[in-house]
């Protein structure tokens, strides 16, 4: 134990806290991964109870039709990983996670993205083996419209990159941009 620590020991102090700054980047990554995770359980919190049970057949060919779509958009990516359990025929009780929550997701993208209103459908409808198999003919509908698949496949631009590249008019005076630092400027900061 160091020195300081048995110090403040004895003399009954807690011990110092670390420092804010001290995070490492596998800090930050955890409580990253926290922070998702805590969203996905948040939706699927909000999975609806069905009418009556699921029959894992329905779920399961929902789950197929939402990764055809998703790889049409995105080659490299699946959206649902998800094995209906053997033996089982029927689920009593809401939506597994690994499904409704990229469903959700999905239609969260799709009301961001203009004229394409007619292909979102509420996640708390998914109440019925019905509304599963209109959500995979949704999926199929939704992987032959080209716009739309377009429409998602481009990163959204915004004004934050032209103004990234525009210079204040301190930077325009004096000809540098902050990080074209003086060896005179570098000293000082290094003497601080």
Request: proline share 10%; charged share 30%; aromatic share 6%.
């Amino acid at each position: 134990m160091p020195q300081e620590e048995q110090m403040q020991q004895e003399q009954g102090m807690p011990p110092a806290a670390p420092s804010p700054g001290g995070a490492t980047p596998d800090d930050v990554m955890a409580a990253e991964d926290q922070q998702r995770q805590a969203q996905i359980e948040q939706i699927a919190a909000t999975a609806p109870v069905p009418d009556k049970p699921y029959t894992y057949k329905a779920i399961d060919k929902f789950a197929d039709a939402m990764n055809d779509f998703v790889g049409k958009v995105e080659p490299e990516m699946q959206a649902a990983e998800y094995n209906p359990p053997e033996g089982e025929k029927k689920l009593d009780g809401p939506l597994p996670a690994e499904v409704y929550v990229p469903f959700a997701v999905i239609m969260g993208f799709i009301s961001q993205v203009e004229g394409f209103e007619k292909y979102i459908m509420k996640p708390e409808d998914l109440v019925s083996d019905t509304a599963l198999s209109k959500g995979a003919a949704n999926f199929k509908r939704m992987g032959k419209d080209k716009k739309l698949l377009e429409a998602l496949q481009t990163p959204v631009e915004g004004p934050a990159e032209e103004e990234e590249a525009e210079m204040s008019e301190a930077e325009m005076e004096t000809g540098r941009m902050p990080d074209d630092v003086s060896p005179e400027d570098e000293e000082i900061m290094n003497m601080m």
